[in-house]
């Protein structure tokens, strides 16, 4: 494969930072999602002293564009108070192919998952809790969604993996559904699980925690997942996330990112690639799930106080023949202290959103591209 068969397809992108729509907030925010058209906004907000938990809070922020998609202005159009009782660690909208599309999930350190549904009431927006989901003994630290469905899989510092089917729901009213079950629990972790990732398929799911433990599960014909694989590490990590359905990054205390790909002749994924990118040798606060983008081709992830972007080139036929190498970082001014960095990335990469302890902002960031 010729070196400048990968070059033509790389376009070079970096993003710009936008001042003019900072939105001030103290409070604690652990976790940030976005909806499928960049619309709407959901943000954590914690009242602590301390880091003491005092009072648990969502901010739902509505941003308004010009007819040249320009972001002109942040509308906070719901504060929800009083649901969860713990910091929230996870926000997630359902993706634009499901039928609970513009509806979210949090997950917090009480244990709880609570599904919240958009009503629309003379054309204001508003969210109430359709649903809380109880099975975990502890803090729930990541969730992701299955492609093309609306099952759930979620982790917590109770060491399991739970896995929630809505396939057998039961349609009782235009706002009530009845039937998300957990349906299956892997136990295999030694210690808290911090990265959850699955693949585009669906059938692949990959873990990370504080035991120096990579899990790959897989699912079988008759519906049930299964334990395929256990990689031990040198490192505990935070961040996991497939890049395709055959391969994964993951981002342990280190200066590396390392890279897993699937091996056809052993059935097993080995380690391929170490990728150095900045952020390395300082403390990193869990949260903030590392992000793939197909579309740029575009990997994020969080490293200490660094959060890295990382651009994969492939040979013209899209084969498992690929280039990869950090494109650019953003330092955020948290030297000395504990990578206190939260946020998102939108689904077509445009809008990058952060919240970090010292600016206590949060802040968007543009995609620019370079010619």
């Not at 906004?41 to 308004?64: C, M, P, T, Y």
């Not at 510092?157 to 957990?182: A, R, T, V």
């Not at 030297?335 to 968007?364: A, N, R, V």
Request: with cysteine; charged share 15%.
């Amino acid at each position: 494969m010729m070196k400048s068969e990968f070059q033509s397809q790389f376009i070079p992108l970096t993003y710009q930072s936008q001042p003019q729509y900072t939105y001030q907030q103290k409070d604690f925010c652990n976790a940030i999602a976005i909806n499928h058209n960049n619309t709407i906004l959901v943000v954590a907000a914690d009242k602590h002293l301390n880091f003491q938990f005092q009072r648990s809070q969502i901010k739902v922020l509505e941003i308004i564009y010009s007819n040249t998609s320009t972001i002109i202005n942040l509308n906070q159009i719901q504060i929800i108070q009083d649901q969860h009782f713990g910091f929230i660690n996870t926000l997630n909208f359902f993706k634009k192919n499901s039928f609970m599309l513009d509806n979210f999930i949090s997950g917090s350190q009480d244990n709880q998952i609570i599904i919240w549904q958009l009503e629309i009431v003379e054309s204001s927006k508003f969210w109430i809790p359709i649903f809380k989901l109880k099975e975990h003994s502890s803090s729930i630290n990541c969730l992701v969604l299955r492609p093309f469905s609306e099952d759930l899989i979620i982790s917590a510092c109770d060491k399991k993996i739970k896995f929630w089917s809505l396939s057998n729901y039961q349609f009782l009213s235009p706002l009530i559904y009845q039937g998300w079950e957990c349906f299956q629990t892997i136990k295999e972790h030694k210690s808290y699980v911090f990265g959850l990732s699955i693949n585009q398929e669906g059938n692949r799911v990959v873990s990370c925690g504080y035991d120096k433990q990579i899990l790959i599960i897989e699912e079988s014909n008759r519906r049930k997942w299964y334990m395929k694989q256990k990689i031990q590490t040198y490192n505990m990590g935070f961040r996991i996330c497939f890049i395709n359905n055959n391969l994964f990054a993951y981002q342990s205390l280190g200066i590396n990112l390392q890279l897993y790909q699937f091996n056809e002749k052993n059935q097993k994924f080995l380690k391929i690639k170490e990728i150095p990118v900045n952020g390395g040798n300082c403390y990193c606060s869990p949260y903030f799930p590392s992000s793939y983008i197909n579309t740029q081709n575009l990997f994020v992830t969080k490293n200490g106080y660094h959060l890295n972007f990382i651009r994969f080139i492939y040979s013209h036929n899209q084969s498992q023949d690929f280039q990869c190498s950090l494109e650019s970082s953003i330092e955020f001014d948290q030297k000395g202290y504990w990578g206190y960095i939260y946020g998102t990335i939108s689904e077509d990469s445009k809008l990058l959103i952060t919240w970090d302890f010292i600016s206590e902002q949060i802040q968007f960031r543009t995609q620019i591209i370079k010619n």
